[in-house]
């Protein structure tokens, strides 16, 4: 018999607090939903009564799997159960459970809440006895709790039973400033867990020596049975612990998996990567490249003996199978790469062909003379399909643009403020057919790329799910002159996205291959005809 583990997500209300993410009503339910399908045990939407946005979130059952949370603190000391507003908002909230902050370090009970200690345990017992008077589930959420151990043991002990003797169902230990160790994490949850059972013991963790995920793992392995994050670790400051790496680690890893379940099944677990990128995407934010177990570089291999070898025996270099996550291997094609690598990339997108077909050798001089040239095929798989279908095969002329012409304008609006304005005129031949196009854009590139798009003729129904997502710019010394590459990253409708690259001594011209490559990449997969 294994033993649960219950996650618990507060992406929407810990992660609210990152630098830069300000959810919106809509983003919250969302989110909330996206979390509920994947099979979190506990979502936590958020703080009612503390902003319009959290108080409208709970103002209506939201019909989750998930215990849907609400958080906010403790009755105020000195005050009365029912003179207290913000407990009142918390036990109108429509939620499954209410999450309080509790202060457990007695130096912050003196200073920050200028309250003795007893009142502060007084406030904790009386806050869990209202919400289960009210029929909630209860969290108690215990504030600086290693840090108040290491000062006053007694006390922080004191305030973590007060909780649970009250009928708290689980009593967190929050690392709210991260800057407690792993060692540390597990010895101080292995004493606790002597005196309030483990399987009411929740982890909360920050990242600030980036070490959340293991002092997460670290209280599991000490007696803890909860555990509290957010995705991708958003969260304030460094972040809070990062459940898309613990979860397929306990998934995974057989340490966890032997001993424990959680309410996330392998068929969710292969949405793991979906659910990461989604966020991002949401949030407006390219996803991270080196995301452990989700990243597009986290299973990708570069040099030409190890990729041969992968090929042959995965399992040789890589620590788990990339698919199990909803990842993929990735066998960097680069001027560094062999004929193996090359095969492997070209079976995985689908082009047939035989391993002594002299065309191969012809693919992968043209990927280092271009590689020579500025170009990072590693980086930009849809450019690299398209050369391959190119050299290999052949991908229709779809589309020839006869001439472009973009423009800059600075000058000075009505108000007598200095403005800078870009234009671009598009000559575009399908078929027959010549198509003139123009539009108006924050710069150059942006004025282009809306031209090229706006009208395709025939193929513009093929396009009008492609969205340009991210664009990155570095200038490279390429052989004696300076030359600007161009990565481009776009996604379509089906949520897939794909990069391409364009280089050129003109910045322009450069973004206009790699929106070029992209948009006919966008046509191929769409299987537009020729
Ligand atoms: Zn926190």
């Known amino acids: 018999m294994k033993e649960r583990l219950y996650l618990f997500d507060t992406t929407l209300r810990d992660g609210a607090q990152t630098n830069g993410v300000d959810f919106t009503l809509a983003d919250k339910v969302a989110i909330a939903q996206m979390l509920d399908a994947f099979g979190l045990d506990y979502i936590e939407g958020g703080y009612p009564g503390a902003n319009p946005t959290d108080t409208q979130l709970f103002s209506e059952p939201r019909k989750l799997d998930a215990r849907f949370t609400a958080f906010g603190m403790t009755r105020r000391p000195g005050r009365s159960l029912s003179n207290d507003p913000g407990i009142a908002a918390l036990l109108e909230a429509e939620a499954d459970a209410i999450c309080f902050v509790a202060k457990a370090w007695d130096y912050h009970v003196r200073v920050a809440l200028e309250t003795t200690p007893e009142e502060n345990l007084a406030s904790i017992r009386d806050s869990v006895r209202a919400a289960k008077a009210k029929g909630r589930e209860v969290l108690v959420d215990c504030e600086h709790f290693f840090d108040g151990y290491k000062a006053s043991a007694d006390y922080a002990l004191a305030c973590a039973r007060a909780a649970y003797e009250e009928g708290a169902r689980w009593v967190v230990l929050c690392d709210t400033n991260g800057g407690t160790l792993p060692h540390e994490v597990e010895a101080i949850v292995g004493e606790v867990a002597q005196k309030i059972p483990g399987d009411h013991i929740g982890i909360h963790a920050h990242n600030d020596t980036e070490q959340a995920v293991a002092n997460s793992l670290a209280a599991v392995r000490a007696g803890a049975r909860q555990i509290q994050g957010t995705i991708n670790g958003l969260g304030e400051r460094c972040g809070n612990a990062n459940l898309v790496s613990i979860i397929p680690t306990l998934k995974l890893k057989p340490e966890f998996a032997e001993k424990f379940e959680i309410g996330i099944s392998d068929a969710k677990l292969r949405n793991l990567a979906h659910l990461s990128h989604a966020l991002d995407e949401m949030l407006n934010r390219a996803p991270d490249r080196h995301a452990p177990y989700v990243g597009t570089s986290a299973f990708a291999t570069k040099a030409g003996i190890h990729a041969s070898a992968i090929v042959k ?176 990253e776009s996604q379509d409708e089906t949520g897939e996205r794909w990069t391409t690259v364009g280089v050129s001594s003109n910045i322009i011209d450069a973004s206009f291959q790699a929106l070029m490559d992209s948009i006919v990449y966008k046509l191929v997969r769409s299987g537009a005809p020729a």
């Open 313 to 488: 025996e995965p399992a040789t270099y890589e620590h788990v199978d990339p698919e199990t996550v909803g990842n993929r291997r990735r066998l960097l094609v680069s001027d560094q790469s062999g004929r193996s690598n090359l095969l492997a990339e070209l079976e995985r997108i689908g082009i047939a062909v035989e391993k002594e077909d002299p065309r191969l050798v012809r693919l992968l001089d043209e990927v280092k003379e271009r590689e020579a040239l500025g170009y990072a095929y590693e980086a930009a798989d849809a450019s690299f399909e398209l050369l391959a279908r190119r050299t290999l095969g052949a991908v229709p002329d779809y589309f020839n643009v006869e001439r472009f012409d973009v423009n800059v304008e600075q000058r000075y609006n009505a108000v007598g403020r200095r403005v800078t304005v870009s234009m671009a005129v598009v000559k575009v031949k399908v078929g027959n057919e010549t198509l003139i196009s123009a539009a108006e854009g924050d710069g150059p590139v942006h004025a282009l790329d809306l031209a090229l798009r706006k009208d395709l003729g025939k193929y513009q129904q093929y396009i009008e799910g492609l969205d340009l997502t991210d664009y990155r710019v570095r200038i490279l010394n390429a052989g004696t002159e300076a030359v600007t590459r161009v990565l481009i």
